[in-house]
């Protein structure tokens, strides 16, 4: 196992190699062979509304440790993740399109936001491919330096799964095309959803697509790609959050089956900010605005880091029970019955109690381990791809 820690300690160094401005990779678009550019999964003057001075916080870990640093940390109490400054024009980026895809598809949602239901689908497509960049770069890094094998990653289970990313990516593709229709503007009212189910006679996919314009403004932006499994089918459910002047914007792409686990966050606005908490304390790639960042005094600003680095510790969609955004829960408290205003304020004035470090990597080894085996379960590893050893 020594070897093992060695070679997954050289996967990291990889990834951070292939992740580089250096590095070379083709555009993500459908028959195009040009290189591509540094872009944004999420709009640059998007992330600018909760900027200062260029410049957004969000958590970045320390790929570059070299051989005994990671274990010293471990034992010193210290995880290799920093929510750290990271410049607009590096913040979200990935080496997804080339300059002229990059600049032709989306234009529009770069220069106004969420508009139109094609922009929904544009910033999902962006979101998508992004996962989907850097789950090939892990699968790269993985097979040239674990003997040949995928470690964290699995492309057979990836292929496999119903809801894929992808599937997502080949279906929003196609809707970028044509269908003039998306290109009306969506009207709906503070309390109102939009939802849509996307369809193409090229690929048969069963997903639903939610919109919300929530009327407060959140200072973030994130987005996620989560592995659901309900009823021991797995599938992707991709999460955007990303403001606008005065308010927030919520997309979910998902399977039907998973609709009311959302659904239930929906009935007031500190569901809603539950919601966005959870997201982002499940390993969300998030990006705040540094004046909400320096409200933080270090106590929350070391036990925020820490419980996002062991964001295993949570179910999927579990509310969190610390508050990230305290002026805002207390406005969004004022018109709550009383006890539910009693367990929201909590939340501020109380910092929850965690298991000791150790006891908390173990879990998350022991836990990593489990979801790779539920993976190589599912598909029987038929392959032979994925790494044979690991079991609790």
Not at 261 to 286: P, R, T, V
Request: net charge neutral; glycine share 4%.
């Amino acid at each position: 196992m020594d070897n093992l820690a060695k070679e997954i300690r050289d996967v990291k160094l990889k990834i951070t190699s292939l992740l580089s401005k250096r590095s070379s990779h083709i555009c993500l678009y459908p028959g195009c062979k040009e290189k591509a550019i540094l872009s944004h999964s999420i709009s640059k003057s998007i992330l600018s509304l909760i900027a200062k001075n260029g410049k957004i916080i969000e958590p970045i870990f320390d790929r570059n440790c070299v051989k005994g640093t990671f274990e010293e940390a471990l034992k010193d109490n210290r995880i290799n993740l920093k929510l750290k400054e990271n410049g607009l024009s590096k913040a979200s980026t990935f080496k997804g399109f080339c300059h002229e895809h990059d600049n032709s598809i989306f234009t529009n949602i770069d220069n106004r936001g969420i508009v139109t239901q094609r922009d929904i689908f544009l910033q999902l497509y962006r979101t998508a491919c992004m996962y989907f960049f850097t789950y090939n770069i892990i699968s790269e890094a993985e097979q040239k330096n674990v003997h040949g094998y995928e470690y964290n990653s699995n492309s057979e289970f990836e292929q496999k799964i119903p809801i894929s990313l992808d599937k997502i990516i080949f279906l929003l593709n196609d809707l970028l095309i044509d269908f003039p229709e998306l290109d009306k503007p969506i009207s709906i009212k503070p309390d109102e959803i939009f939802v849509t189910r996307p369809f193409s006679n090229k690929i048969n996919l069963n997903i639903e697509i939610f919109y919300k314009k929530i009327d407060f403004l959140c200072p973030l932006a994130l987005q996620k790609d989560f592995t659901v499994s309900m009823d021991g089918i797995f599938q992707h459910s991709i999460i955007v959050v990303t403001p606008s002047k005065e308010s927030t914007n919520l997309i979910i792409l998902c399977h039907p089956s998973i609709t009311g686990q959302y659904g239930k966050f929906f009935q007031n606005k500190i569901g809603l900010l539950n919601l966005i908490e959870s997201i982002i304390m499940s390993d969300a790639d998030f990006y705040l605005a540094p004046d909400e960042f320096n409200k933080w005094d270090t106590q929350k600003i070391k036990f925020l880091e820490e419980d996002y680095y062991f964001f295993n510790e949570r179910k999927f969609l579990q509310e969190y029970d610390f508050s990230l955004f305290d002026e805002l829960r207390t406005e969004l408290c004022s018109d709550l019955p009383e006890s539910l205003k009693a367990h929201e304020m909590a939340k501020i004035s109380h910092i929850p109690k965690r298991k000791t470090f150790k006891e908390r990597n173990n879990s998350m080894s022991c836990q990593t381990i489990r979801d790779r085996q539920k993976k190589i379960n599912f598909t029987g590893n038929k392959t032979g791809l994925s790494y044979p050893i690991g079991t609790v």
